[in-house]
């Protein structure tokens, strides 16, 4: 079941045409929670990510999809974002953002499915150079800790962004790619 669940995963680059459907999942309690607490406004929706829809733009986004989308999930290079990169105290690796938008999806495995799919497929071959890969999440967030927990993402510590209590983990791209062989068969 989870390899058919796997395969069925797509992921496509944003489109400005993707916006509409951005907008309405951010504006969803269960995304609100923890990766946007005020709801965001359309201008704000369009200003964060059109300019991640041209070629140079350091952040790389994506649509989620199991024959219909449900989620976004975004990557760059640790290195590319200064500020970001104190804030973690890492430099070294590729991070990556997720957000299953679509609520009849959550709490029900898809994110550790999503995530070593979506770094196989897609992030390390963007950035070959880089090894590791950062993820980070609010301490409340219990549910998608477990989820990066369960795509193999390891605890490394805490630190605090915008007043809030996170926590880093991190996956080598040696391990990625075994649990990705693991859910393909």
Same mark, same amino acid.
């Given at each position: ?88 105290g890492e430099r070294a690796g590729i991070s990556v953002d997720l957000f ?12 550790? !499915?999503?995530?070593? *799919? ?8 963007? @950035?070959? &150079? %880089?090894? /590791? ?11 998608? !800790?477990?989820?990066? *927990? ?8 805490? @630190?605090? &962004? %915008?007043? /809030? ?21």
């Open positions: 079941m989870e390899s058919i669940r796997y395969r069925s995963l797509s992921f496509e680059p944003l489109k400005e045409s993707d916006l509409a459907i951005l907008y309405r999942w951010r504006s969803e309690p269960h995304v609100r929670e923890f990766y946007q607490r005020k709801r965001p406004t359309w201008e704000g929706v369009r200003d964060k990510y059109i300019p991640r829809l041209r070629p140079d733009s350091p952040t790389k986004c994506f649509l989620v999809a199991s024959g219909d989308p449900i989620g976004c999930i975004q990557t760059y290079r640790v290195m590319d974002w200064p500020e970001y990169a104190a804030t973690i299953i938008g679509e609520a009849a999806y959550i709490g029900k495995g898809w994110g550790p !499915l999503i995530l070593p *799919k979506f770094l196989l497929d897609v992030a390390f071959s963007l @950035f070959p &150079e %880089e090894k /590791i890969c950062w993820i980070a999440h609010d301490s409340l967030n219990h549910r998608a !800790l477990g989820a990066s *927990k369960a795509a193999g993402f390891s605890y490394v510590r805490d @630190f605090v &962004e %915008e007043g /809030i209590q996170h926590q880093l983990l991190r996956i080598e791209k040696e391990d990625a790619a075994s649990l990705a062989d693991r859910l393909r068969k």
